[in-house]
């Protein structure tokens, strides 16, 4: 995983989605988009207009029915299964607006979960890492606690750290903080921004708060199935 | 997760998973382990109730009578149709059958240690037998005579605790035990003396020693082997070496070895009895698909739970794929789920299986029967051969019944699932 600066880590050329069914639905009609090492991307767009669909394209959790998805510099339309796995278990980390955390699984369990998945184990250093970032993030004391006695802003942060765990190239994060108060949103939203820029680490966040999309370094846009970049306002800081 | 760290690092974080969704199963669990553990009891009580009464109804028809019975015997009549050069085109051509006649078997000594060589074998005995009239007075009347030691023909044939009078052990030449119908139809007691006469010598003077009867006579009298031998006129020979086995329904076996190993004819006691054997064998069949329909039910129940199991952790397999989880680890988990239900009910099913079994053996029935000790009113066997049987069987038919689930949480689309 080596990361030159300006490298593209997901890139997508004319990407489309159409869901079948009875009635197709089209959602995406040619998508392009580049997102390198590091940067911090924020999509917004009406509900319905198709970003949860672009994210599970991005992060090989469904795939397109038309135009060319790279993850790491693979076409992921050459992949099998095992290899869409493989991308998800290395290069992409998610971020849901549920926090999805396995709830037979303590705090602790459930953020190197992905490292267990991936080899079996995880080793000494991995494990303190892990519990560093839970610390960073303010879980020090819950390390042994179970999802359903910790708040939604602490499950959340969890989902976080579970999704660094494999150091990640990407975060991709639906609406991460669609389920929190404004305070323990921004709260999210600043460690995910920290992360971002302490690991090198590109986040692609969907979000419908104006305020957290403007923090970010770049804005897109989905209209009618069609991405268009929106000019940043430069205000609050990370 | 710390005595995990034992298992292979390629199943381990499934294993880990499986057994966490197992304990956090909680009723489901103990449900389907339940479903598994039934299944196994079932079996067993079946197995040991079945193969019991089998075992014990076997015993009561043969301890009276030899396992296995060594002959040498005359050629049969051949028909004539099937002579070589026979004109054939008889339109009946029917052989009578003629009364036994036995060779006889010089080297008996011989027979007898190669007999007791042949594992499963209890004990031997060598015998003369044959037909002859038993007359006091008046009207001679039909007898199989058998000449035997009677130490080792008692334990043939039990005379001894069949006595109604008199003694059989320490049976002197000129002595005779005669059963109770045969002292009937002469109209003797013990200390009578009577005559018998074999089909093939001169009539014996023979004084009464003991009555016996098991029950259902036919008219039999036992001398000792010299007396028998003058009588049937075969000098040092005898006529039948009788076998006794351990496990009775190893006498085929004893039988076919006794064959190949001595130029003989050895019939096995369920040659004699064909029809009994066929029940026994039916009786197993059912045994064997009443409980392999056991487990079949018990496997449906499982899968029925494993199912729905399944489908609420759809949004979990959801998000293990989204973190990197391959189909086939997915698979696994709910592959060792079902391991685990396997394990953990057919164990909990054979402990309380081998309860009930033991249970219920201790009752006995209030009396004895003929002097021995009282008997069981169940007569159920355990034998660990079916015991792992149904354990086997059992585990098998819950990993199959947890495999249909597996699949299609194996298949589970992330983003369906997650929805
Ligand atoms: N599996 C599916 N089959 C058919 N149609 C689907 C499926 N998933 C999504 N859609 C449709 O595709 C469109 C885009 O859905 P998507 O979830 O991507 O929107 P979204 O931008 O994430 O909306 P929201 O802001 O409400 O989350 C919607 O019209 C939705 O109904
Ligand atoms: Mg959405």
């Known amino acids: ?238 | 997760m710390t005595i995990t760290a034992l298992l292979p690092l390629r199943i381990r974080f499934e294993c880990q998973l499986a057994w966490r969704h197992l304990r956090s199963g909680g009723g489901q669990t103990w449900l389907t382990i339940a479903a598994v553990a039934s299944g196994v009891i079932i079996v067993i009580f079946i197995m040991g109730l079945i193969f019991g009464l089998q075992k014990k109804f076997t015993s009561l028809l043969t301890e009276a009578i030899p396992h296995v019975t060594v002959q040498v015997p005359e050629g049969k009549p051949i028909p004539y149709a099937d002579i070589p050069g026979s004109k054939g085109g008889l339109s009946s051509s029917r052989s009578e059958l003629q009364a036994p006649q036995r060779k006889n078997i010089d080297d008996w000594r011989t027979v007898l240690s190669v007999a007791s060589e042949i594992p499963n074998v209890q004990t031997v005995s060598a015998a003369v037998s044959g037909q002859g009239f038993a007359s006091k007075g008046a009207n001679p009347v039909g007898v199989s005579l058998t000449g035997a030691d009677p130490a080792e023909q008692e334990r043939i044939t039990p005379v001894t605790k069949n006595l109604i009078a008199g003694h059989y052990l320490g049976l002197a030449s000129d002595e005779v035990v005669v059963d109770y119908e045969l002292a009937q139809d002469l109209n003797v007691a013990v200390g009578d003396r009577i005559r018998i006469t074999s089909i093939s010598g001169v009539p014996e003077p023979l004084r009464i020693t003991g009555i016996y009867s098991k029950g259902q006579g036919r008219g039999s009298a036992y001398v000792t082997l010299r007396t028998g031998q003058s009588m049937l006129g075969i000098g040092n020979s005898v006529n039948v070496v009788y076998v006794k086995v351990f496990d009775i329904f190893g006498a085929d076996a004893v039988a076919e070895r006794l064959s190949v190993l001595l130029d003989c004819e050895a019939k096995s006691w369920s040659s004699e009895f064909p029809n009994f054997v066929t029940s026994l064998q039916a009786q197993s069949a059912s045994a064997y698909l009443i409980s392999g329909f056991t487990l079949i039910a018990s496997s449906f129940a499982i899968a029925s739970v494993l199912i729905v199991s399944v489908q609420r952790k759809a949004k979990q397999i959801g998000i293990l794929k989204s973190i990197g989880a391959r189909s086939n680890q997915i698979m696994l988990v709910f592959l060792f789920e079902g391991l685990g239900i396997a394990v953990a009910g057919s164990v909990m099913g054979a402990i309380a299986g081998i309860t009930v079994v033991y249970l219920l053996s201790l009752p006995k029935q209030a009396v004895g029967r003929g002097g021995g000790s009282p008997e069981a009113i169940f007569p159920l066997i355990l034998d660990p051969l079916y015991i792992l049987a149904a354990m086997g069987a059992a585990s098998l038919a819950t990993v199959l019944a947890a495999l249909l689930p597996a699949r299609s949480a194996a298949k589970m689309n992330p983003v369906d699932a997650m929805r």
């Open chain 1, 1 to 238: 995983m080596s990361a030159a600066p300006g490298e593209a880590v997901i890139e997508t050329i004319g990407l489309k989605k159409t869901y079948p069914g009875k009635v197709p639905t089209p959602v995406l009609f040619g998508i392009d988009l580049r997102v390198v090492a590091g940067e911090f991307i924020s999509i917004i767009g009406q509900s319905g207009s198709g970003k949860s669909t672009l994210l599970n394209i991005l992060g090989a959790l469904d795939i397109p029915t038309g135009g060319v998805v790279k993850i790491d510099g693979v076409d992921i339309s050459t992949l099998t299964e095992d290899g869409l796995a493989v991308l998800r278990s290395e290069v992409v980390g998610f971020v849901f607006q549920a926090h999805f955390l396995l709830e037979e699984l303590t705090c602790l369990e459930n953020a190197v979960l992905p490292i267990l998945i991936r080899k079996g184990e995880a080793t000494s250093e991995e494990l303190e890492w892990i519990r560093s970032l839970l610390v960073r993030v303010g879980l020090g004391e819950k390390l042994d606690k179970y999802p359903d006695t910790m708040s939604g802003g602490e499950n959340q942060r969890c989902a976080i750290v579970r999704a660094l765990a494999n150091r990640p190239r990407i975060v991709l994060a639906d609406e991460p903080t669609g389920n929190l108060d404004s305070h323990s949103g921004e709260e999210v939203f600043r460690l995910m921004r920290q992360m971002s820029s302490e690991v090198g680490i590109a986040f692609v966040m969907v979000t419908h708060d104006e305020r957290l999309a403007h923090a970010a370094d770049r804005i897109l846009m989905i209209e009618d199935g069609l991405m268009r970049p929106v000019a940043v306002k430069p205000r609050i800081a990370a």
